[in-house]
């Protein structure tokens, strides 16, 4: 079994800084893209930003130059550092990894429960 929990939600206020994690635990033989998704209000999920095992990097343009995804490898760790928040940022931020659990076995998508972030303007 594979656990992604996320930690570090909460309330900012507008231009404020929050910092999200996501660990990666239990039965993992390599894991190869990490990503941050979120949903607001009666919207549907979408993609914030992802890291592939080499870090190479992808972000939605609303978040360019305010958010930076990293992880670290070593400990299965992702983590949005988001900065100059915006009303517009409040969602649940939900963390996604693509996982294989075995050595040449198949690849598997796992997500986290999700965490809030409210931000007031």
């Known amino acids: 079994q594979v656990q992604l929990v996320e930690s570090g939600g909460g309330l900012a206020q507008s231009g404020g800084s929050l910092r999200l994690s996501c660990a990666a635990s239990?039965?993992?033989?390599?894991?190869?893209?990490m990503g941050w998704y979120r949903q607001g209000a009666g919207n549907q999920r979408d993609l914030v930003a992802t890291?592939?095992?080499?870090?190479?990097?992808n972000y939605v343009d609303s978040v360019k130059g305010r958010f930076a995804i990293s992880r670290d490898n070593a400990k299965n760790i992702v983590y949005l550092q988001m900065n100059s928040l915006k009303a517009e940022d409040t969602a649940v931020y939900y963390c996604?990894?693509?996982?294989?659990?075995?050595?040449?076995?198949?690849?598997?998508?796992?997500w986290g429960q999700g965490t809030q972030v409210t931000v007031s303007s």
């Open positions: 996604k990894a693509r996982i294989f659990t075995k050595k040449g076995g198949y690849e598997y998508q796992y």
């Open positions: 239990g039965s993992i033989f390599s894991i190869t893209s």
């Open positions: 890291i592939n095992s080499g870090g190479s990097t």
